[in-house]
């Protein structure tokens, strides 16, 4: 550990770093890469799923209402004739568009707010986090609803607003973690010899807190995605003709279904294999990155990996 | 103990306090409100004037300043009154008595069928450690912590429909008049929240029993000879608890989530309905008292996590 981290005082330590976790991934975490192949692939289909779809994603074909999966619609079409292939490709853009983007709005703001309570102390921190202890006692689901109704459906009011909720019940984590790097000397050092505020947070705090921020995105994302999918399913997400796999199993093609039974297959399968793929990727990152974060309480936190466990007596360093 | 239960319940007041100014404040911030929407209702049946709308304003009790409507509402809540529908004008806490005891046997059942199916595969997994059944059952967990709810329940209601002309029953039955009628009515969707919920403590549970059958104490268990039942459940998993009890804990949100979304799968009249129907129709009465109940409950289920720390171990102490 020490030997690593003297090698990463030169300028190229960003990238060394980068492909350091990308090998130990491959080498240590065979699930995680199963994860991060599928991250990485449903990243492609979403990105280049104008070419990959061979039909429009509202693109109704009316003499083929209801057809079962063939080799013209390999996952059969819906009430209106649409081709649930294409569409199912098309939600993939989505789910990652709204996973990626309300997670780093949320990780900003938490990351913000935690800072802010972190660093500043005092009576500051006890008010906000009495208000992020009385918005986390409210069900976050029902809260999303409640506020979704206020602005309307839509992409980036969906984004915004998960960003938004995520960000505050994320705050606590960020606060821990800067809490904890305030206790370090290294910082009662920068204070000592007069550092100004600015200094100390991008030069003393950010960098410390950059490992568990890529964590706590990569574990939020497939949080994110499930909550979009989920509003959507019950009609308080991404309005109806765009093609979000949570809408695609709600409204009017809930009454087709027993017709059509592959309608309610499909969505729902993509969905899954992208939060399985996701929360693989992430469950290694943080692995690799932090163990720590683990989670469990005081003496009865995981320390010793599981591979470890076995060799323990006999190298126990 | 009982001053740490009483000292809690003391500090609920201000969190919940704060909660309820969160969700009045939320509630009106809704910039379409519920006026605009009558008057538009009413407006279609002729013309609505200026003092029509002031008419409405003053039946609702908006015509007076927001702190002033916020100290009635609270006032009324302190009384066990949530106020009226502003549709159908009808007291909200009967519509409350009925939904209320479904989604509450809903969330009990799941967290039961939860933790049935969680802690013995989590223990099972631990005790077979890195064989072919941990596998299985690792991959499971992690299954269903993927697969949402929403989808299983749509495949759980469209599939056997289609193979066996199967039905979930659609109206309410209750308990009372009807055990196993009713029980027959809640397995199901209680099975799919509560294997929502056991995919996380599946996982915790295999961490833990891990760590602690690490233990010299359970070394020494072995040692005297006794039964694999009595080390794995009274030794291991007993201290392996702690954790398991506050991701437990920890998922009751998701719960209550969880609880809307299967309700309006299954038609069950509950709370995560009525709260639907209420935001549709913009009857933010109802709304907010749902909202309210809701969060008041995540309060509760908090504090008693916490009291069952001191159940589980008997070393921690509350003071």
Known sequence: MAEKSSKNKNGKKARSKFSDVAIRLIKEKPLGTVGAVITLFMLFVGIFAGWLAPHGMNEMFTSYVMVPPSAQFPFGTDNLGRDIFSRVIYGARISVIVGLTATFISVVISTTIGVMCGYIGGKFDLIVQRFVDAFMCVPGLVLLMVIVSMVGPGMWQIIIILGIQGGIGGSRMMRGIVFGIKENTYLQAALA???????????????????????????????????????????????????????????????????????????????????????MFGDAVRDLLDPRLRGGVGRYGVKVKRKDAANSQTSNS | MRAYIIRRILLMIPTVFLVSLIIFVLIRMIPGNVVDMMVSEFGTYGNVTQVDRKAIEHALGWDVPIYIQYGRWLNGIVHGDFGKS??????????????????????????????????????YSALRHDTGGDYIARSFAILLIAVPSFWIATLAIVYPSIWWGYMPPLTLIQFTQDPIGNLKMFWEPALILGMGMSGMTMRMTRTMMLEVLRQDYIRTAWSKGLRERTVVIRHALKNALIPIVTIIGGQMGALIGGTVIIESIFNLPGMGRLTINAISTRDYTVVSACLLIFSVSLVVFNLLTDLTYGFIDPRIHYN
């Open chain 1, 193 to 279: 010899i007069g550092d100004s505020t600015w200094i100390i947070l991008t030069r003393h705090i950010l960098p410390n807190i950059l490992a568990p921020i890529i964590i706590i995105f990569s574990m939020n994302v497939p949080g994110t995605i499930l909550a979009e999918s989920g509003l959507s399913f019950l009609g308080f997400g991404i309005p109806p003709p765009n093609p979000s796999w949570g809408g695609m199993l709600s409204g009017d093609a809930r009454t087709y279904m027993f017709q059509a039974p592959w309608m309610a297959l499909w969505p729902g399968l993509a969905l899954s294999v992208m939060v399985y793929g996701v929360n």
């Open chain 2, 86 to 123: 502003l549709w159908k004008q009808v007291p909200i806490i009967e519509d409350l008595k009925v939904r209320w005891p479904v989604t509450l046997e809903l969330g009990i059942l799941a967290i039961i069928i939860g933790q049935l199916i969680a802690l013995p595969i989590g223990v």
